[in-house]
């Protein structure tokens, strides 16, 4: 599985931004696919990860309430909806493909396939 980000920015904060990750490759339908972000000089952190239906969500509760991540396996996309960015978003975020992903793969171990990233800047 390829992954592929693309939709990041600069913004305001109070902005909006969607990300979108598509992939190419067989069976996407059987990947759980997960955002994570990173900052310099800190880990990449988990910020919102969606099962192979669609049917299952989670956030990092940084984001909840504000991120919404949603699926279509007929595209072969899953896009992050992020509103109401704040400042302490800007990172780059990465989507990721997890063959045993579920809600709870909250964790970069649990993902096989990476993509290259796509930076989110927020000013304030």
């Known amino acids: 599985v390829h992954l592929e980000e693309s939709g990041g920015g600069l913004v305001q904060a109070g902005g909006s931004l969607r990300l979108l990750c598509t992939a190419s490759?067989?069976?996407?339908?059987?990947?759980?696919i997960g955002w994570f972000r990173r900052t310099p000089g800190k880990e990449r952190e988990f910020v919102s990860t969606?099962?192979?239906?669609?049917?299952?969500?989670s956030y990092a509760d940084s984001v909840r309430g504000r991120f919404t991540i949603s699926r279509d396996n007929a595209q072969k996309t899953v896009s992050l909806q992020m509103n109401n960015l704040k400042p302490e978003d800007t990172a780059v975020y990465y989507c990721?493909?997890?063959?045993?992903?579920?809600?709870?793969?909250?964790?970069?171990?649990?993902?096989?396939?990476w993509g290259q990233g796509t930076q989110v800047t927020v000013s304030s």
């Open positions: 969606i099962n192979w239906s669609g049917g299952g969500t």
């Open positions: 490759g067989r069976a996407f339908s059987n990947y759980g």
């Open positions: 990721a493909a997890s063959f045993t992903g579920g809600v709870g793969a909250t964790n970069e171990r649990h993902y096989e396939y």
